[in-house]
């Protein structure tokens, strides 16, 4: 075949490109139900825009102050259809998630007052947001106190421990659906709905933010149909469809959306300000790409696990699971593997494939981490790209690729860089 010669000018061994048939199947089992969640939500995407009255006057962009920017608004209105929210703030602005993260817990929450996670501790990031490490301009330093109960050992909510954590002062719960770096799972939508329901049952006046990051577009709901009161995540991610080159969102109830602009931007400037530059025209073909590019990344990722359990590495999830998320974690079990497979997805990319990636600190991360990002947009992560954080248990996370194929490639090269570098046989 053609395109198996074409792997060869890769590297790509014939044994390496022989594992390929299996994984493939294993996508076909998956893809009929992963096809169909794009199609319905590159249709509520396209509803979005045209309900909301898109028009090629939307993709100009304004400077300065950035009154009256009518792409800009726009584009909320049109978020705030796709989340089925009251509001959104979709800013060139917020520079990432953590950024968004930052915005939406600061502009929401006043002195004295709790955030709770009823999931574990957030993702590194957060932690130094939060303050659980000491942090210089951390939510601790203004008086906001953090309590959370872990997920019990079988991965079910601890119902009796979250009771017993809420409080008079809890104000915020805080629900991270992906698992980010973490070994626990992902949550679906249905179960971020039940916990919702659960806790609004016992404090009703609550704030529940989910962070959606790496989830959007993965199931055919989103936690804020199911009662969540905001819902924030990063646009070098799935949302951004790889063509947003910076930006963040929060899509939520009318209150929690403006108290997090007054953040933002500055108090009684809320959301009448901040241009859009040039990135109008960029945010919207991103918002519509979107779904398709998750799912190019489900699929990658599917390919991914089938791979790399067939060559006996633990993988989450399993190849046949259903997925809440773009993340794949693969435990190679020691540094050098975890160097040798992100080196292999780094010769991979389209951009930077020459640069070989080496492990150093990141600003909000406690442990050295190891990054192959060869990406159009620096650092985006639904781009083709993998991270592993050096630490036990050696455990990469590949996500991303904006197109399969690419992401095929990128993980048939971080398998042949382990066999050149002699650290696993075929
Ligand atoms: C990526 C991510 C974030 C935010 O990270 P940024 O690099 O700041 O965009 C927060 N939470 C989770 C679960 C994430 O995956």
């Given at each position: 075949?053609?395109?198996?010669n074409i792997?060869?000018?890769?590297g ?6 022989e594992l390929?048939d299996?994984?493939?199947k ?16 590159q249709?509520?995407?396209i509803?979005?825009?045209?309900d909301?009255?898109?028009?090629e006057?939307c993709m100009?962009e304004?400077?300065?102050y950035?009154?009256?920017?009518i ?7 049109v978020?705030?259809?796709i ?12 520079i ?9 817990l600061?502009?929401?929450?006043r002195?004295?007052d709790?955030?709770?996670?009823p ?12 303050g659980?490490?000491?942090t210089r301009?951390?939510l601790?330093e ?14 079910s909510?601890d119902y009796?421990?979250?009771r ?13 659906r992906?698992r980010?770096?973490?070994d626990?799972?992902?949550f679906s939508?249905k179960?971020i709905g039940e916990l ?7 404090k009703p ?11 959007e577009?993965?199931e055919?709901?989103?936690p804020?149909?199911?009662?969540a009161?905001?819902?924030?995540g ?13 930006g963040?969102?929060?899509a939520g109830?009318?209150?929690?959306v403006a ?6 931007s500055g108090?009684?400037?809320e959301k009448?300000?901040g241009p859009s530059?040039g990135?109008n025209?960029?945010?919207?073909q ?5 779904p ?5 990344a ?8 089938a791979i790399?359990?067939k060559?006996g590495f633990e993988?989450?999830?399993h190849?046949?699971?259903v997925?809440h ?5 693969i435990t190679l079990g020691?540094?050098?593997k975890?160097?040798s ?8 990319s389209a951009?930077d494939?020459f ?5 150093s ?14 990406c159009?947009i ?10 592993g ?17 690419h992401?095929?490639l990128?993980?048939?090269k971080s398998v042949q ?9 075929l």
């Amino acid at each position: 075949m053609k395109s198996e010669n074409i792997y060869k000018s890769f590297g790509i061994s014939d044994k390496v490109y022989e594992l390929c048939d299996e994984a493939e199947k294993h996508i076909a089992k998956r893809s009929e139900e992963i096809d169909r969640i794009c199609e319905y939500n590159q249709l509520k995407v396209i509803k979005a825009m045209q309900d909301s009255g898109v028009s090629e006057a939307c993709m100009l962009e304004t400077t300065g102050y950035g009154y009256n920017d009518i792409g800009r608004d726009k584009l909320e209105e049109v978020y705030a259809k796709i989340f089925r929210t009251e509001d959104a703030l979709v800013r060139s602005q917020i520079i990432c998630g953590t950024h968004a993260l930052t915005v939406a817990l600061s502009g929401n929450l006043r002195p004295g007052d709790e955030i709770f996670s009823p999931v574990g501790l957030p993702y590194d990031t957060i932690q130094k947001v939060i303050g659980i490490s000491d942090t210089r301009g951390s939510l601790k330093e203004y008086g906001i106190s953090f309590n959370y109960v872990d997920i019990l050992p079988d991965g079910s909510f601890d119902y009796d421990g979250i009771r017993a954590a809420l409080n008079e002062r809890t104000k915020l719960i805080e629900i991270q659906r992906s698992r980010g770096y973490s070994d626990r799972r992902t949550f679906s939508v249905k179960e971020i709905g039940e916990l919702i329901s659960f806790i609004k049952g016992i404090k009703p006046d609550v704030i529940v933010m989910v962070d959606n990051c790496y989830g959007e577009y993965t199931e055919f709901t989103e936690p804020s149909e199911v009662g969540a009161d905001m819902v924030v995540g990063s646009l070098i991610k799935n949302p951004g469809g790889g063509i947003a080159p910076v930006g963040g969102y929060i899509a939520g109830t009318s209150e929690c959306v403006a108290n997090a602009a007054a953040r933002l931007s500055g108090p009684g400037l809320e959301k009448e300000l901040g241009p859009s530059l040039g990135n109008n025209r960029l945010f919207y073909q991103g918002t519509f790409l979107a779904p398709n590019v998750t799912k190019n990344a489900m699929k990658a990722a599917i390919f991914a696990a089938a791979i790399y359990e067939k060559l006996g590495f633990e993988v989450s999830p399993h190849p046949d699971d259903v997925r809440h998320d773009i993340i794949q974690a693969i435990t190679l079990g020691d540094a050098d593997k975890v160097i040798s497979f992100c080196k292999g997805i780094q010769a991979a990319s389209a951009v930077d494939a020459f640069v070989r990636p080496e492990p150093s600190p990141m600003p909000g991360y406690d442990s050295d981490i190891i990054m192959a990002d060869g990406c159009f947009i620096s650092g985006s992560s639904i781009e083709l790209s993998a991270d592993g954080p050096l630490r036990e248990p050696y455990t990469v996370f590949y996500q991303g690729g904006l197109t399969y194929e690419h992401g095929k490639l990128g993980i048939l090269k971080s398998v042949q860089s382990m066999v050149d570098d002699g650290l696993i046989e075929l």
